[in-house]
């Protein structure tokens, strides 16, 4: 793990999972002494060039927001070289709301080894609608994976999404099953990508036209690669993020529907009063 993989300082701060290890360059970071005798002790900053206001999800907002850098300080040095140093950054609605990041820093090298709110508070945001129209054990595996992939769990976020997937489209095939023109022997027979195909009336077109990218969900779990799992996720997601949409959409409109209806029911009766 080196800075390149992440494009600037704020950005590892915000993105890294905790523990893993980052080497700066001491551009970033720099020993000072804090004095001129020989009681003086060496001490470290980050370069306040290094800090920029970073753009995340606030969960206390509910919405994105753009966070300022507060404080930051090394609290303690332990023996060894061993630095804590505590980022505090406020979001730019409230200034009740912050993030809170720990590090600790030994040389060159960064582990962010805190922080508040949790990495997958930051990144289940946009997911909560979801919980609507998704089981709930779904829903909880659901924000679970996300939180295993936000810290760089591969297999482990994938089995999950897995699960997920081949509930929802398991939800398609009892739907479709109900169609008249349905076989239920091809459907049977068929590869995870052709079912896919095979239920397009009643899911995203962007996964029907798109099948190929779910050849992953062929593989048996022992084939699986933690890489190839952590590549494959964020399709995955989408591809979930895809379906519950539709559902939500769907239940928008039989929402207003039903809405319309009783408008119309109630308006008719009161007619009717009136007529007699
Ligand atoms: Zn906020």
Redesign the pocket.
Known sequence: MSETEYLTFSEFLVNAPLYQKAEFSDEVIEYYADGHDENSRFKIRIKMSYFESVDVY????G?Y?IFGLDYDGEDTSEPGGVYFYTIVYF????SN?FLRFTLLIQEMFIQKIGQFPSLADLNSYDVKKYSKVLEKKYFQEFTKAIGLAAHGVGVGSFVYLRRIFEFLIEEAHQIAKSHLEWSEDLYCNARVNEKIGLLRIELPDFLVENTSMYSILSKGIHELSEQECLAAFPVMKLGIEMILDDKLAKREKEAKQAQATKAIQELHGKHSVKAK
């Open positions: 606030c969960p206390e907002c919405k927001s979001c730019s609605r409230n709301h």
